[in-house]
């Protein structure tokens, strides 16, 4: 019988998703940040995007990499 104890993934995956999530927060709040009009800015249309492709990037790796710990 499986154990069903166990979670899906390892200590290693569930700190990648904290800092992705982190990662993908500090985005969005840069692009609040943005004080053009519409948001039209650098900070809204430039650097906070590529943070938040970043957060997401790592929500990926953090999803397909494998613990060695954890089998």
Do not use: S, W
């Not at 700190?15 to 900070?43: C, R, S």
């Not at 943070?51 to 397909?64: C, D, N, Q, R, S």
């Amino acid at each position: 019988m499986e154990n069903k104890d166990r979670l899906a993934f390892g200590r290693k995956n569930y700190i990648l998703m904290l800092v992705g999530i982190v990662v993908l927060a500090i985005g969005f709040i840069i692009m609040t940040l943005d004080t053009a009009q519409y948001g039209l800015g650098f900070m809204g249309i430039t650097l906070g995007p590529i943070i938040v492709f970043i957060g997401f990037i790592i929500e990926f790796f953090a999803i397909l990499v494998k613990d060695k710990n954890h089998e």
